[in-house]
């Protein structure tokens, strides 16, 4: 059947409906037609991985070099292509055929070897950032330094996509899932990150997030993300998009008691509370960067010599390897203090907006 043709009728020409049935019957199925890539990226990624590890000879950069070069066939009974890993046109062409949707990226190791990553994607025409929504492959040692966010190439250019791939796997073991097909998968992602996570992440929070984790501060971490999602997201396109996945969600998909309980509270409180809630976020945002100031100002005694330093010339210069600061602070005095007088700034700014902002729905 010709995909292009149209039946007229009239002045106006439409599609035919037989022509949208035979083309949804006719999907591909892109496991099976990824598949014979997939496993030669990861035949590829074990040569590259033991030769990092363990070393090798040049007989097994040779075998690397033949691996990337080696002819495969990409598709399927539909539309098939012979492509290699080397030759990245071919590859991407064959790719865009498959879906528009898939998204294949190729980033360098510290030792110049190339690493992969492969995905699904789906446009956000109304936020700043496009979604990933699938994770089909991830090389081992595919820098992402945070892991909310991915940089991928995009008609030439660098762009942020919020990387909501992670939670797929968990969405669909909800019970309230069971049976879902890939369509409605993809729009609880698409939902999650429209109306929540495209204003409860940013860029601007790397620093911030990555000491939460490396030092085990989720309060601090849960303060953020609420105080963004109130300073910068829409509250009352939120409140009509609540539904009771969304809560699931929260709970046992992406467990952040902070968020669930805004969640609860646009769900009862007034308009009067949503208009206030900004405003209220903006002072205690301000409280909250001056508490993780002073914890990034606390003097501990660091390295070999044993230099007393402010923290955050540690954690500047070891951005990429913060787990390793906290392990050489392990029972530190001075840093137990500072983390515990975060953890709890952080506490009392989540319970001051939403209990304030509960109080003020119930009127009193």
Request: charged residues 25%; glycine residues 6%.
């Amino acid at each position: 059947m010709d995909y292009h043709s149209y039946e007229t009728g009239g002045s106006c020409s439409y599609p035919s409906v037989h022509w949208a049935e035979e083309l949804y019957e006719n999907r591909i199925d892109l496991t099976e037609a990824l598949a014979p890539l997939i496993e030669r990226i990861m035949e590829y990624d074990q040569m590259r991985v033991r030769l990092e590890e363990d070393g090798g000879k040049v007989d097994d950069l040779q075998k690397i070099t033949d691996s990337l070069n080696l002819p495969l066939c990409l598709g399927s009974n539909l539309r098939s292509h012979t492509i290699s890993l080397s030759d990245r046109t071919d590859l991407k062409r064959a790719l865009q055929d498959l879906s528009w949707d898939l998204h294949f990226d190729v980033r360098q190791t510290h030792a110049q070897m190339p690493v992969y990553y492969l995905c699904r994607t789906r446009r956000d025409y109304w936020s700043e950032h496009s979604l990933i929504v699938e994770d089909l492959y991830l090389s081992p040692g595919y820098p992402l330094q945070d892991e909310r966010f991915a940089r991928l190439m995009d008609l030439g250019h660098e762009y942020y996509y919020l990387r909501l791939s992670p939670f797929r796997s968990s969405i669909e073991n909800l019970p309230c899932s069971s049976g879902a097909t890939t369509d409605k998968v993809d729009d609880i992602i698409y939902t999650l990150g429209r109306h929540v996570f495209q204003s409860a992440w940013h860029e601007d929070q790397q620093l911030g997030i990555l000491t939460a984790d490396s030092f085990h501060l989720p309060e601090f971490r849960h303060a953020i993300e609420l105080l963004y999602l109130c300073l910068s997201g829409d509250l009352c396109s939120l409140r009509c998009s609540l539904n009771p996945m969304l809560f699931t969600f929260f709970e046992h998909c992406y467990h952040q008691p902070a968020l669930k309980g805004l969640l609860i509270l646009l769900s009862s409180c007034n308009g009067q509370t949503i208009t206030d809630l900004p405003q209220r976020a903006g002072k205690l945002y301000k409280r909250l960067t001056q508490a993780f100031g002073r914890f990034l100002a606390t003097e501990v005694t660091w390295g070999v010599r044993g230099l007393t330093l402010p923290l955050w010339k540690i954690v500047y210069a070891n951005v990429s390897r913060l787990e390793m600061v906290k392990q050489s602070m392990k029972g530190n005095a001075a840093m137990l203090e500072a983390a515990g007088n975060l953890r709890k700034a952080s506490t009392e700014i989540i319970d001051e907006l939403l209990c304030t902002g509960q109080t003020d729905a119930n009127g009193k």
